[in-house]
Structure formats: C-alpha cells, structure tokens
DNA sequence: AAACCATACCTCAGATTCTTATGTATGTAA
DNA sequence: TTACATACATAAGAATCTGAGGTATGGTTT
C-alpha cells in the first residue's frame, strides 16, 4: 500500500471485490486498477499483492489459470465458490468496522462518514 | 481489539481524536470509551494500548500526569501542542484512506460510503 | 474465607501484514 | 545502453496487533 499504514487487512478485501467485479484478473493488473481508481493516491506494491494472492489462493478463495500473452506469463485470479461467499463476508464486516471507525472519530454527526 | 485485524494503524488516530475532545483520559477510561462508543463491537486491548500510549509520549505528541484516585494510580494523557497538530493531520490521512476505499469498492455509488 | 470480577497499570512471545530491496525475464523508447 | 513498462516472485526487517501473563486494590458472590 502506499504511505499510509492504515486498515491493514483491507487488503484482502480490495482483492476479493475487484474479482467479485472483474471476472478474472492478474497480479499487475490489479495494482494497475487500484492506482487509477484512486488516482494515484494508492499503490499496491508487489511485496505485498503477491503474498496476498498466494494466501487467499491457499486458502481456496482464488483459483489460477496461467496464460501466456504477447511472450509474457500472466497468472488470472478468479473467486472459487468459497471465495464468493467470502467477498460478501469481508465487505459487511470492513463495513462495520468503518461504522464503528466514525462512531469513535465523528461523535457529531450521526449518518455517514460522508465525502 | 475485536475479531477484526482491520484496526492496525487507526489506533493512534483513535487516541489522539478521543483526547482532542476529552482533554485527559487515562488507559482504561479509553478502552471503555471506545468499547461504550461502539456498543461493544470494538474492543481495544490493553497489549495494543498501552504500547501505543507510551509511543505517542515518546513522540511527544502525549503528555503525562499520574493521580492518585481511590488508591488507584491513573496516569492521565493530554495532548501537547504538536500532538494537537498530528491530531488534524491523522484524522484528514483516515479520511482520506477512506474516501479511497470506497472508490475501489463501491465503483457504482460516487458519493460517500454511507450508513 | 475463597473465588471472582472490575479497576488500573504493565510486559512479552508470537502472529500478521506491511515496506523496501532484490531477482528474473521480455519488450519498447530515449 | 540506459531506462521504463510489463509481469512474476522472494525475503529481511519494521510496525502493529493478539493473547497470555504479572502486579495491585477493592467490591461482590458463593
């Protein structure tokens, strides 16, 4: 991740939803996504994607498919049925953890930690 | 902290946000604050705070003045003037974070990751 | 009286997750 | 030929947590 060492174990999650959306995805793609999304603001680094795949693939939430592109190797990532379940698992709980997040910080304002 | 490894990095901003609007806490008061705030779905260890706690002082961004209450030793925490600053700092990095979170995975709803 | 829980501080081994650096390999642009 | 983009990977070290343990006081339960 970029600068910030914020919600480690977000990571998982970002993983999970991009694939829950994407179907199938590699390793550079995702970091590539993730900085266009937020424009830059975050960069997924190598050191900690690739960790990351390998263990939800352990764990049976992704399958691989290598696939040769253009003489390059590329490793497609999708969700197993484990994995689908799991992406709705992760997101309500980051969910709740971001409600409980602005409860503690935003005592004010009840509704939202809008933008 | 609860069941969630999601916390890493957000809790300095949680003791530094908690103290700007309560002048001093001590330790214990902090866990149960947060544990009050979140209707017991976050709950800060001691192994996490104290650690953090004693850091931030170290940083200087915490002071310290221990008190005598009912036989019991409470050391009281404020914030100085730098950790005043850091607070503003930390609180706008968090919101940001989360801004960016939400454009990854709510790629359909702009606006805000409402509750 | 003994056991237990609440208050209040603390440390430390181990786990997890990250950063930073390094390595391999191909292709393109300056 | 130097540099950058694409594409994979590992590994040392840092940072932050969990969970267990320790010390001490005081109230409540059994």
């Known amino acids: 991740m970029s ?13 999970l939803k991009l694939l ?3 179907e199938r995805m590699y390793g550079y793609e ?6 266009e999304l937020t424009e830059g603001e975050i960069k997924i680094t190598e050191g900690a994607l690739y960790p990351a795949l390998h263990k ?6 992704l399958s691989t498919e290598i696939q040769q592109v253009d003489n390059r190797v590329r490793k497609y990532y ?8 799991e992406v709705t698992s992760k ?3 980051l969910q709740g953890f971001v ?3 602005q409860r503690i910080l935003t005592p004010d304002l009840k509704p939202g ?3």
């Open 3 to 15: 600068n910030n060492n914020l919600i480690k174990g977000s990571l998982q999650t970002i993983i």
């Open 20 to 22: 829950e959306e994407n």
């Open 30 to 35: 995702i970091t590539q996504r993730v900085k």
């Open 56 to 61: 939800l693939e352990a764990e049976g939430l």
């Open 78 to 85: 999708s969700l197993t049925k484990d994995g689908q379940k």
């Open 91 to 93: 997101m309500s709980e």
């Open 99 to 101: 409600e409980n997040l």
């Open 113 to 115: 930690f809008n933008i």
